[in-house]
Structure formats: C-alpha cells, structure tokens
C-alpha cells in the first residue's frame, strides 16, 4: 500500500490543536491532533448538505449563500453546481492555512470552486459573520468541527447554542434555510432549532452517498 505523505501542519487560531495534511496517491487526509478530521473519499454527506439546502431555495433569483467551514471544498462546489450565474456564495474559514490547501492541493478534487466568480473567501470565523449579519442570505451552511459535538476547538460549540442559532436565524432571509451537517444525531440541537423558531427536518445520508459508508446527520432548519 502507497503510505501516506505528510504535507504540511497548522495550528488552529485560538486553540492549541494542530491540524495536518497528508496525500496518499490522489487521496487527502486532514487529521486534527493524529485523528482524522476528513478525507477526500468520504464526501457523501457534505455534497447532500449542499443539495438538501440548494433544493430548498431553488426559486430565489439571485440567492445569496454563506457556507461555514471551507475543508477540502466539497460542500461550496456542490453548491456552484446548483447555482445560477446570479448567486453569491461566501465562504468562511477560520484557519488560513485551510484555503491555501485548497488552492494549492485540493483543489483539483473539485474543479477548483474558490476559482469561481461567484465565491468570496472570508478567512474569519462564522460565528463573527453570523452576529454582524441581518436577513443577509438564502441559506446558511455550517459543517464546522464535528457538528455540535465537537472535536477541533471548543470555541465553535458556540454556534449550536440558543445564542447561536437566533443568531443564524437573524442572519438568515425569511424563509431562508439552515442547514447543518454533524457527525451524528443530538436530539438536545433539534430541541434548540425548534425553540429558536424554525421548521426543522432532520435527515441521516451516508458518508459515502450512494456507496454507504457510516451514517450521518443533515439538520434542514427554515426560517418561518
């Protein structure tokens, strides 16, 4: 078997976890303090993450969509491709080095979409887009961490408390989509996103798509 390549590390700002990249062949791995954060393979769910969003506002002209946490890219190009030529998509994320990966190693895994004209890459922290953001965008898309259980830094947990969804919920358009990916169910978030205000859908997609894979959780969060 190929081994794997250690290509570059990076500390995540306001946390003392350090996150690697590795290359085996055509196949990346993000690892955050030795465990595996993501790899290219398994992508099923964060493209449905985009789908299940994108569907749902499928009829606004010129939609305006905010994708939180950039990782290798899946979720913002799974987006592009059901976008119009109008749409706006901004990405945020926190750690810098993450976009350079994807422009310099990842990006080739998915046609290279912070090459496209419609994306803006703000390299900032979601949460400080949220609360300085009102009735600004379509959807909201937050794969952050591992979901509301989280693994990386403990300063994301703030995005899946009650200050953290009226937040989203502020920054969202009437009738805008939540939508939010996690590593799995949390009856305690559902609970949350109902008090807060939205309709809520909660759906388990594979991790692989079609191909299987472990189950995850798509929280699907409208803005009545």
């Avoid at 791995?29 to 992508?43: A, F, P, Q, T, Y």
């Avoid at 994807?102 to 979601?126: M, Y």
């Amino acid at each position: 078997m190929i081994p794997w390549k250690f290509l570059d590390s990076t500390l995540v700002p306001g946390d003392s976890a350090e996150l690697c990249l590795y290359a085996r062949g055509t196949e990346f791995s993000i690892r955050v303090n030795g465990c595996e954060l993501m790899n290219s393979r398994v992508h099923g769910s964060e493209d449905a993450l985009a789908e299940f969003a994108c569907a749902r506002i499928g009829n606004r002209q010129s939609p305006r969509i905010l994708i939180g946490g950039l990782g290798m890219g899946f979720t913002t190009a799974a987006a592009l491709r059901l976008l119009d030529a109008e749409s706006r998509v901004v990405v945020a994320e926190l750690v810098p080095a993450v976009v350079e990966w994807n422009r310099k190693f990842l990006g080739e895994l998915t046609g290279h979409p912070l090459q496209d004209p419609r994306v803006t890459v703000r390299e900032a922290d979601v949460a400080l887009v949220l609360k300085t953001e009102h009735q600004a965008y379509s959807a909201i898309l937050l794969d952050v961490d591992n979901g509301p259980e989280g693994l990386t830094r403990k300063g994301n947990d703030w995005l899946y408390t009650e200050a953290g969804i009226k937040a989203a919920f502020a920054a969202l358009q009437p009738g805008g989509v939540l939508a939010v990916w996690s590593a799995g169910p949390d009856m305690t978030f559902t609970k949350r996103l109902c008090r807060a205000g939205f309709e809520v859908e909660e759906v388990s997609v594979r991790a692989r798509g079609t191909a299987g894979g472990n189950r995850h959780t798509i929280w699907i969060a409208t803005r009545s």
